[in-house]
C-alpha cells in the first residue's frame, strides 16, 4: 500500500519578538562622587570666577586654585632661587604648604608624622657588622593621632580661633588668631595686586628681577604697602614664607616637600640614618665596624681631599643656621 504524503505545513508568520528591555545607562560617577561633582556645580553656579576656581581646587582635594598655586611657588623660588642646585618651586615647597594647610582633609590630620623608621636605610646585619638586605617599612608615612587639645590648637592654627569652638580662650586679651589658610588666600591675593600695580602683570607671569622688586617692596617697603606684622603671630607674611618654604625643603619628604630627598642633598645632609647608624655592632668581632661610605673616624671617601663645595644657596642657609645658633647662645 502506498505512503501517503502528507503535505509539509509552511510556517507560519514569525513570531514578534519581544522587544529587549533597554540598557541601563552607564554609570561614569559612582554616588559619593556624583554628589560630590553636583556640590561642585552648584557651588559654581552660585559663586563668581574666583569661587569657581576654589570649588574646583576643593574637588580635586587642594587648597589654592591653580593660579594661587602657581603664585606661591614663584615666591618660594624668591626666598630660595634656582642655581645649580633646583630652587625652591622644585624641591617643593609649595606642595608642602598646600599639604599642611589641608591637614584636616584627611581621617588622621597630616601633622605628626610617624616612626621610628623611615625606608631610606636597611636594619644592620649584626652577625658581621654589615648592612643587611632587609629595610623596615615606612613608618614615617602613618601619620600619629593628635590628642584634643593638640587638635583643637592645630585647628586654631589652620581655620583660625574664632572658628574653632574651645580655641578663642585668649582671645579677648590678645585678639583673634587669624588661620594661615586666610593668611595665604589674602596675602597671595595682595601679592598678584602688588605685581600687576608695579608691573602689569601676574607675580608669577614677571621676570624673576621683577619679582624681587615686588618681594622687597612687600617685605620691606613703605608702611602702606609692606605686609603688616600679625598681632598675635609677630611676624609678617613673608616670616611665614621663609619659614614654611625652608621647612618645605629641607624636612622629611613624607612631609610633601623635600623632592626626591634633593634638599638634603643640597646642603650635605644625610637626614635620617636609623637603623643603620653608622657604626654597627659586629658579633663576631665583638666590636664595631664603621661603614666604609661614612667612617667615623676618617673623612668620607669623596672628601679625602677636602670637603666638597656647597652652592651660594646651600651655604647661605647654613649661615643662618649659624647666626640663629648664635642667638641662642649655643655652640
Given at each position: 500500500?502506498?505512503?501517503?504524503?502528507?503535505?509539509?505545513?509552511?510556517?507560519?508568520?514569525?513570531?514578534?519578538?519581544?522587544?529587549?528591555?533597554?540598557?541601563?545607562?552607564?554609570?561614569?560617577?559612582?554616588?559619593?562622587?556624583?554628589?560630590?561633582?553636583?556640590?561642585?556645580?552648584l557651588a559654581?553656579?552660585?559663586?563668581?570666577?574666583?569661587?569657581?576656581?576654589?570649588?574646583?581646587?576643593?574637588?580635586r582635594g587642594?587648597?589654592?586654585?591653580?593660579?594661587?598655586?602657581?603664585?606661591?611657588?614663584?615666591?618660594?623660588?624668591?626666598?630660595?632661587?634656582?642655581?645649580?642646585?633646583?630652587?625652591?618651586r622644585a624641591?617643593?615647597?609649595?606642595?608642602?604648604?598646600?599639604?599642611?594647610?589641608?591637614?584636616?582633609?584627611?581621617?588622621?590630620?597630616?601633622?605628626?608624622?610617624?616612626?621610628?623608621?623611615?625606608?631610606?636605610?636597611?636594619?644592620?646585619?649584626?652577625?658581621?657588622?654589615?648592612?643587611?638586605?632587609?629595610?623596615?617599612?615606612?613608618?614615617?608615612?602613618?601619620?600619629?593621632?593628635?590628642?584634643?587639645?593638640?587638635?583643637?590648637?592645630?585647628?586654631?592654627?589652620?581655620?583660625?580661633?574664632?572658628?574653632?569652638?574651645?580655641?578663642?580662650?585668649?582671645?579677648?586679651?590678645?585678639?583673634?588668631?587669624?588661620?594661615?589658610?586666610?593668611?595665604?588666600?589674602?596675602?597671595?591675593?595682595?601679592?598678584?595686586?602688588?605685581?600687576?600695580?608695579?608691573?602689569?602683570?601676574?607675580?608669577?607671569?614677571?621676570?624673576?628681577?621683577?619679582?624681587?622688586?615686588?618681594?622687597?617692596?612687600?617685605?620691606?617697603?613703605?608702611?602702606?604697602?609692606?605686609?603688616?606684622?600679625?598681632?598675635?603671630?609677630?611676624?609678617?607674611?613673608?616670616?611665614?614664607?621663609?619659614?614654611?618654604?625652608?621647612?618645605?625643603?629641607?624636612?622629611?619628604?613624607?612631609?610633601?616637600?623635600?623632592?626626591?630627598?634633593?634638599?638634603?642633598?643640597?646642603?650635605?645632609?644625610?637626614?635620617?640614618?636609623?637603623?643603620?647608624?653608622?657604626?654597627?655592632?659586629?658579633?663576631?668581632?665583638?666590636?664595631?665596624?664603621?661603614?666604609?661610605?661614612?667612617?667615623?673616624?676618617?673623612?668620607?671617601?669623596?672628601?679625602?681631599?677636602?670637603?666638597?663645595?656647597?652652592?651660594?644657596?646651600?651655604?647661605?642657609?647654613?649661615?643662618?643656621?649659624?647666626?640663629?645658633?648664635?642667638?641662642?647662645?649655643?655652640?
Amino acid at each position: 500500500m502506498p505512503k501517503l504524503k502528507l503535505p509539509r505545513a509552511l510556517p507560519g508568520p514569525a513570531e514578534p519578538l519581544a522587544p529587549e528591555p533597554p540598557s541601563p545607562p552607564t554609570l561614569l560617577l559612582g554616588r559619593r562622587q556624583f554628589l560630590k561633582g553636583l556640590g561642585v556645580v552648584l557651588a559654581a553656579l552660585a559663586a563668581p570666577a574666583t569661587g569657581v576656581r576654589r570649588a574646583y581646587a576643593a574637588a580635586r582635594g587642594r587648597f589654592f586654585t591653580g593660579h594661587e598655586f602657581a603664585t606661591l611657588s614663584a615666591l618660594c623660588d624668591r626666598v630660595i632661587p634656582p642655581d645649580r642646585d633646583p630652587g625652591a618651586r622644585a624641591l617643593g615647597a609649595a606642595r608642602y604648604i598646600e599639604r599642611m594647610l589641608t591637614a584636616f582633609d584627611h581621617r588622621v590630620p597630616l601633622v605628626f608624622a610617624g616612626g621610628p623608621f623611615s625606608n631610606r636605610n636597611p636594619f644592620p646585619d649584626n652577625d658581621d657588622g654589615t648592612p643587611s638586605r632587609q629595610r623596615p617599612k615606612n613608618a614615617f608615612r602613618h601619620f600619629i593621632p593628635l590628642t584634643r587639645v593638640q587638635e583643637i590648637r592645630w585647628r586654631a592654627e589652620l581655620f583660625g580661633s574664632a572658628k574653632v569652638p574651645g580655641a578663642d580662650f585668649n582671645d579677648a586679651l590678645l585678639g583673634p588668631l587669624t588661620g594661615l589658610r586666610t593668611i595665604y588666600r589674602q596675602s597671595l591675593r595682595k601679592v598678584d595686586q602688588t605685581a600687576r600695580a608695579m608691573h602689569g602683570k601676574a607675580f608669577a607671569r614677571l621676570e624673576p628681577k621683577q619679582q624681587d622688586a615686588v618681594f622687597a617692596l612687600l617685605d620691606s617697603g613703605p608702611a602702606s604697602v609692606r605686609f603688616a606684622a600679625d598681632p598675635r603671630r609677630g611676624g609678617t607674611f613673608i616670616d611665614l614664607l621663609i619659614q614654611h618654604t625652608l621647612e618645605g625643603c629641607f624636612a622629611p619628604p613624607e612631609y610633601g616637600g623635600n623632592h626626591r630627598l634633593r634638599g638634603w642633598t643640597m646642603l650635605d645632609l644625610e637626614g635620617d640614618d636609623q637603623p643603620l647608624g653608622y657604626s654597627i655592632f659586629s658579633r663576631a668581632k665583638d666590636g664595631y665596624n664603621e661603614r666604609p661610605d661614612h667612617p667615623m673616624s676618617t673623612p668620607n671617601p669623596d672628601e679625602v681631599s677636602g670637603p666638597r663645595p656647597i652652592s651660594a644657596a646651600a651655604n647661605s642657609v647654613q649661615d643662618t643656621i649659624i647666626a640663629f645658633t648664635r642667638i641662642f647662645g649655643t655652640d
